[in-house]
Protein backbone atom coordinates (compact mmCIF):
# COMPACT_ATOMS: atom_id res chain seq x y z
CA UNK A 1 0.00 0.00 0.00
CA UNK A 2 1.32 3.43 -1.06
CA UNK A 3 0.50 6.88 0.53
CA UNK A 4 0.37 9.37 -2.68
CA UNK A 5 0.26 13.19 -2.82
CA UNK A 6 -1.38 15.37 -5.34
CA UNK A 7 -1.48 18.62 -6.49
CA UNK A 8 -5.28 20.05 -6.35
CA UNK A 9 -6.96 17.63 -8.33
CA UNK A 10 -10.46 16.52 -7.72
CA UNK A 11 -10.81 14.03 -10.66
CA UNK A 12 -7.68 12.63 -9.71
CA UNK A 13 -8.09 12.33 -5.87
CA UNK A 14 -11.71 10.30 -6.46
CA UNK A 15 -9.76 7.92 -8.24
CA UNK A 16 -6.98 7.10 -5.82
CA UNK A 17 -9.33 6.93 -3.06
CA UNK A 18 -10.36 4.02 -4.32
CA UNK A 19 -7.47 2.90 -5.90
CA UNK A 20 -6.28 -0.58 -3.92
CA UNK A 21 -3.36 -0.04 -3.58
CA UNK A 22 -3.66 3.52 -2.42
CA UNK A 23 -3.58 3.82 1.49
CA UNK A 24 -3.91 7.67 1.85
CA UNK A 25 -4.14 10.60 -0.41
CA UNK A 26 -3.18 14.14 0.86
CA UNK A 27 -2.68 17.41 -1.07
CA UNK A 28 0.15 19.65 -2.17
CA UNK A 29 2.17 21.65 -4.78
CA UNK A 30 4.64 20.11 -6.85
CA UNK A 31 3.70 17.31 -9.25
CA UNK A 32 0.42 16.26 -10.06
CA UNK A 33 0.99 12.37 -8.17
CA UNK A 34 3.92 11.69 -6.32
CA UNK A 35 4.81 9.04 -3.86
CA UNK A 36 7.66 7.22 -1.84
CA UNK A 37 8.05 3.65 -2.73
CA UNK A 38 10.22 0.91 -0.76
CA UNK A 39 10.67 3.38 1.91
CA UNK A 40 13.68 5.96 0.28
CA UNK A 41 12.35 5.92 -3.29
CA UNK A 42 11.01 9.68 -4.23
CA UNK A 43 9.00 8.93 -7.75
CA UNK A 44 6.97 11.46 -9.35
CA UNK A 45 4.38 12.25 -12.65
CA UNK A 46 3.72 15.11 -14.58
CA UNK A 47 1.48 16.44 -17.26
CA UNK A 48 2.30 18.05 -20.39
CA UNK A 49 5.48 18.33 -19.23
CA UNK A 50 7.85 17.71 -22.62
CA UNK A 51 11.11 18.60 -20.96
CA UNK A 52 11.22 15.29 -18.89
CA UNK A 53 13.38 12.74 -20.49
CA UNK A 54 11.04 10.02 -19.91
CA UNK A 55 7.71 10.86 -21.91
CA UNK A 56 5.22 9.70 -23.69
CA UNK A 57 2.00 8.09 -24.25
CA UNK A 58 2.08 4.74 -21.80
CA UNK A 59 0.67 2.51 -24.42
CA UNK A 60 3.33 3.49 -27.12
CA UNK A 61 6.55 3.46 -24.38
CA UNK A 62 8.24 0.42 -23.34
CA UNK A 63 7.04 -0.25 -19.43
CA UNK A 64 10.62 -1.27 -18.05
CA UNK A 65 12.42 2.10 -17.91
CA UNK A 66 9.04 3.07 -16.78
CA UNK A 67 8.97 1.10 -13.65
CA UNK A 68 12.50 1.84 -12.63
CA UNK A 69 12.19 5.96 -13.59
CA UNK A 70 12.44 8.86 -10.74
CA UNK A 71 9.79 10.85 -12.80
CA UNK A 72 8.06 10.76 -15.85
CA UNK A 73 5.28 12.58 -18.06
CA UNK A 74 1.84 11.58 -19.58
CA UNK A 75 1.03 13.88 -22.22
CA UNK A 76 -1.24 16.96 -22.53
CA UNK A 77 -4.93 16.51 -23.67
CA UNK A 78 -3.71 17.79 -27.15
CA UNK A 79 -0.51 15.41 -27.31
CA UNK A 80 -2.67 12.42 -26.32
CA UNK A 81 -5.08 12.31 -29.29
CA UNK A 82 -2.32 13.53 -31.75
CA UNK A 83 -0.57 10.00 -30.18
CA UNK A 84 -3.09 8.25 -30.37
CA UNK A 85 -3.89 9.01 -33.80
CA UNK A 86 -0.53 9.28 -35.35
CA UNK A 87 2.12 7.17 -33.14
CA UNK A 88 1.32 3.67 -34.82
CA UNK A 89 2.33 5.50 -38.59
CA UNK A 90 4.95 7.12 -37.18
CA UNK A 91 6.40 4.10 -35.29
CA UNK A 92 6.31 2.47 -38.76
CA UNK A 93 8.06 5.04 -40.44
CA UNK A 94 4.85 5.66 -42.92
CA UNK A 95 3.91 9.32 -42.33
CA UNK A 96 5.34 11.42 -45.26
CA UNK A 97 4.46 15.00 -44.82
CA UNK A 98 3.35 16.93 -41.67
CA UNK A 99 -0.35 15.67 -40.79
CA UNK A 100 -3.26 17.73 -40.34
CA UNK A 101 -4.79 17.47 -36.97
CA UNK A 102 -7.63 19.60 -35.93
CA UNK A 103 -8.73 19.62 -32.48
CA UNK A 104 -11.97 20.39 -30.64
CA UNK A 105 -10.36 22.84 -28.41
CA UNK A 106 -7.47 25.40 -27.88
CA UNK A 107 -3.83 24.04 -27.53
CA UNK A 108 -0.52 25.58 -27.59
CA UNK A 109 1.24 26.22 -30.94
CA UNK A 110 3.95 23.55 -31.45
CA UNK A 111 2.06 21.26 -28.38
CA UNK A 112 1.79 18.71 -30.19
CA UNK A 113 4.90 18.70 -32.26
CA UNK A 114 7.36 17.86 -28.65
CA UNK A 115 4.48 15.18 -28.35
CA UNK A 116 5.60 13.36 -31.59
CA UNK A 117 9.10 13.48 -31.29
CA UNK A 118 8.67 10.47 -28.61
CA UNK A 119 7.17 8.09 -31.69
CA UNK A 120 10.16 9.00 -34.11
CA UNK A 121 8.04 12.25 -36.16
CA UNK A 122 10.30 15.43 -35.73
CA UNK A 123 8.04 16.57 -39.50
CA UNK A 124 5.46 18.89 -37.39
CA UNK A 125 1.85 18.93 -37.80
CA UNK A 126 -0.59 21.92 -39.37
CA UNK A 127 -2.29 22.36 -36.22
CA UNK A 128 -6.24 23.77 -35.89
CA UNK A 129 -8.91 24.32 -33.38
CA UNK A 130 -12.46 24.33 -33.88
CA UNK A 131 -14.07 24.76 -30.11
CA UNK A 132 -16.88 22.63 -30.09
CA UNK A 133 -19.35 22.41 -27.01
CA UNK A 134 -19.18 18.64 -26.42
CA UNK A 135 -19.40 18.52 -22.32
CA UNK A 136 -16.26 16.79 -20.88
CA UNK A 137 -15.26 15.41 -24.25
CA UNK A 138 -12.41 16.56 -26.45
CA UNK A 139 -11.73 15.16 -29.71
CA UNK A 140 -9.37 15.39 -32.95
CA UNK A 141 -9.93 14.85 -36.59
CA UNK A 142 -6.10 14.07 -38.19
CA UNK A 143 -5.51 13.45 -41.68
CA UNK A 144 -1.62 11.98 -42.57
CA UNK A 145 -0.26 11.39 -46.28
CA UNK A 146 1.05 7.76 -45.56
CA UNK A 147 3.33 5.64 -48.02
CA UNK A 148 0.58 3.41 -49.60
CA UNK A 149 0.77 -0.19 -47.78
CA UNK A 150 0.46 -3.35 -49.55
CA UNK A 151 -3.01 -3.99 -48.14
CA UNK A 152 -5.29 -2.17 -45.77
CA UNK A 153 -4.67 -4.32 -43.16
CA UNK A 154 -1.18 -3.12 -42.64
CA UNK A 155 -2.44 -0.21 -41.45
CA UNK A 156 -5.11 -2.40 -38.84
CA UNK A 157 -1.80 -4.72 -37.90
CA UNK A 158 -0.19 -1.44 -36.95
CA UNK A 159 -2.53 0.01 -34.83
CA UNK A 160 -3.64 -3.69 -33.68
CA UNK A 161 -0.48 -4.11 -32.62
CA UNK A 162 -0.39 -0.70 -30.70
CA UNK A 163 -3.65 -0.53 -28.67
CA UNK A 164 -5.36 -3.96 -29.35
CA UNK A 165 -4.63 -5.18 -26.04
CA UNK A 166 -5.06 -2.36 -24.62
CA UNK A 167 -7.82 -1.26 -21.66
CA UNK A 168 -7.24 2.58 -22.45
CA UNK A 169 -7.75 2.76 -26.22
CA UNK A 170 -10.25 1.20 -28.27
CA UNK A 171 -11.28 1.22 -31.62
CA UNK A 172 -14.55 1.69 -32.83
CA UNK A 173 -16.06 1.13 -36.10
CA UNK A 174 -19.58 -0.29 -35.68
CA UNK A 175 -21.37 2.65 -33.73
CA UNK A 176 -22.59 6.03 -34.17
CA UNK A 177 -19.17 8.52 -33.61
CA UNK A 178 -21.06 10.13 -30.46
CA UNK A 179 -19.66 11.52 -27.38
CA UNK A 180 -21.38 9.01 -25.49
CA UNK A 181 -19.07 6.70 -26.45
CA UNK A 182 -16.34 8.02 -24.04
CA UNK A 183 -18.34 10.00 -21.78
CA UNK A 184 -17.02 9.64 -18.29
CA UNK A 185 -14.82 6.53 -18.87
CA UNK A 186 -11.14 5.90 -18.29
CA UNK A 187 -10.70 5.33 -22.42
CA UNK A 188 -10.35 7.00 -25.70
CA UNK A 189 -12.02 6.06 -28.89
CA UNK A 190 -10.79 6.18 -32.54
CA UNK A 191 -11.71 5.01 -35.92
CA UNK A 192 -9.49 4.83 -38.90
CA UNK A 193 -10.38 5.81 -42.64
CA UNK A 194 -8.29 4.72 -45.42
CA UNK A 195 -7.94 7.01 -49.02
CA UNK A 196 -6.01 4.25 -50.91
CA UNK A 197 -3.49 5.62 -53.72
CA UNK A 198 -1.26 4.60 -56.00
CA UNK A 199 2.26 5.34 -53.93
CA UNK A 200 0.26 7.84 -51.57
CA UNK A 201 -2.52 7.13 -49.50
CA UNK A 202 -4.32 9.53 -46.95
CA UNK A 203 -5.19 8.05 -43.68
CA UNK A 204 -8.14 10.13 -41.79
CA UNK A 205 -8.18 9.10 -37.88
CA UNK A 206 -10.91 10.91 -35.57
CA UNK A 207 -9.89 10.28 -31.51
CA UNK A 208 -12.21 11.17 -28.91
CA UNK A 209 -11.70 10.82 -24.71
CA UNK A 210 -12.98 12.19 -21.55
CA UNK A 211 -11.03 15.38 -20.64
CA UNK A 212 -10.88 13.54 -17.17
CA UNK A 213 -10.63 10.01 -18.74
CA UNK A 214 -7.86 9.34 -21.02
CA UNK A 215 -6.83 12.94 -21.57
CA UNK A 216 -6.77 13.72 -17.74
CA UNK A 217 -6.91 11.96 -14.30
CA UNK A 218 -7.69 8.96 -15.09
CA UNK A 219 -4.40 8.76 -17.83
CA UNK A 220 -2.47 9.72 -14.77
CA UNK A 221 -3.55 6.74 -12.80
CA UNK A 222 -2.75 4.45 -15.70
CA UNK A 223 1.31 5.79 -15.61
CA UNK A 224 1.25 5.18 -11.97
CA UNK A 225 -0.24 1.31 -12.03
CA UNK A 226 2.29 0.72 -14.77
CA UNK A 227 5.49 2.73 -13.37
CA UNK A 228 4.51 1.05 -9.46
CA UNK A 229 4.31 -2.18 -10.84
CA UNK A 230 1.23 -2.60 -10.32
CA UNK A 231 -1.89 -4.35 -13.04
CA UNK A 232 -2.41 -1.66 -15.49
CA UNK A 233 -6.40 -0.98 -15.05
CA UNK A 234 -6.19 -1.11 -11.14
CA UNK A 235 -8.75 1.79 -9.90
CA UNK A 236 -10.12 2.41 -13.05
Excluded at 18 to 46: F, N, Y
Excluded at 215 to 233: D, K, L, P, W, Y
Aim: aromatic share 6%; net charge negative.
Amino acid sequence: MLDVQIAPYPALRRLLERHPRVASVSESGGAPLRWVQDGHWHRRIWVGRSDIELKGLVELMDNNPLVCADEMSVPSAAGTLALIALGPLARAGLILEPPTCQLSFEAAEGEVDDWLTTTGWKGGVTLSTSPLDTGEVVSSVTIAAIASPPAWSDIDDLYGEAFGRSFNVRRNEGSEWDTHIVAGTAHAAYRLRLTPGDEQSLVTIQVMADREGKCGAAQIVHAFNVTAGFEESLGL
